[in-house]
């Protein structure tokens, strides 16, 4: 599927999810479709309908908060039936929980939701495949604001250390975390610099413009992990949302998702 229509059709599936559910992290979650549609549309060797091919390449959403953009995005691309998002954080004894889980998902790799983890678990993942002298090539996402945790500076250096040019970290860098500004919270300075020093390829991309992070996230520098700043806006795409933390775990119903539905069909 065409990644703008696929971010398109993931951003009206996260909507409704979160509204159905009465809960998620909405903002979160649109800061990170269009980066999560190109992967999937554009980039990465996937297989739906065998979803632990060894060839697949392996994506892992460290800010697992986010989880319903994945789960969306899977299921517009036939990995499972589209009838269980309606089941999103729900008590019913649902498979697709509010942080991302792998038990019972097909084509979700890990499940994350503390903070730090998944980029370490995907680092393992392209040793993994180095070791086996395997194909594929791992991607991690993390938040900008989860880049606070020392954890994903010791999985970069050590994917360095090790040369895995098959590992990419993106940073969904909105510039916002749970509790604001994140230059207020914790202020990190350049990531660029800071992720080169540990010894990545850095590459600084619009994390909505599908070229950019098409070509970004095709890059491979031999020897060398590779990082993608894509700087994000969160909330993207529901004007009332935009760079609005009050929507960073918050959902809409009423009124409010009717505006947000329109505006999201007519981009
Ligand atoms: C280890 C850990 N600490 C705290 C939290 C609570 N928490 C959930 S989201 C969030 C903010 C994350 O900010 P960022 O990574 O910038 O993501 P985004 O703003 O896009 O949601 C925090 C602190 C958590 N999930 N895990």
Same mark, same amino acid.
Request: glycine share 10%.
């Given at each position: ?82 009838? #269980? ?23 979700? #790799? ?131 949302? #935009? ?25």
């Amino acid at each position: 599927m065409d990644s703008k229509k696929l971010a398109k059709e993931i951003r009206k599936d996260v909507l409704l999810m979160t509204s159905n559910a009465g809960a998620g992290h909405i903002g979160s979650i649109l800061s990170i479709t269009d980066i999560v549609a190109v992967l999937y549309g554009k980039i990465m060797n996937i297989f739906p309908k065998d979803p632990k091919n060894p060839k697949r390449d392996r994506f892992i959403l460290s800010k697992g908060h986010a989880g319903a953009c994945v789960y969306a995005c899977l299921a517009e691309l036939g990995f499972f039936d589209k009838a #269980e998002l309606e089941n999103y954080y729900s008590p019913n004894g649902t498979k697709l929980s509010g942080h991302v889980t792998h038990k019972g998902n097909a084509g979700v #790799e890990f499940s994350t939701g503390s903070l730090g983890h998944g980029v370490s678990v995907a680092v393992g993942m392209a040793l993994a495949g180095k070791m086996d002298k395997a194909p594929y090539r791992v991607f991690a996402l993390a938040g900008n604001g989860e880049c606070n945790e020392g954890s994903i500076w010791e999985a970069v250096a050590f994917a360095s250390h090790n040369k895995l040019d098959n590992f990419t970290l993106i940073v969904d860098h909105n510039k916002i975390q749970s509790m604001g500004d994140s230059d207020k919270i914790l202020d990190m300075g350049t990531y660029a610099e800071k992720f080169a020093s540990f010894g990545a390829y850095v590459m600084e991309v619009d994390g909505h413009n599908h070229a950019e992070l098409a070509t970004a996230l095709k890059t491979r520098k031999r020897g060398q992990p590779a990082v993608v700043i894509a700087h994000t806006v969160k909330g993207k795409g529901v004007s009332f949302m #935009e760079n609005n933390n009050l929507y960073h775990s918050a959902c809409v119903k009423g009124d409010d998702l009717k505006k947000a539905l329109k505006e999201i069909e007519k981009q």
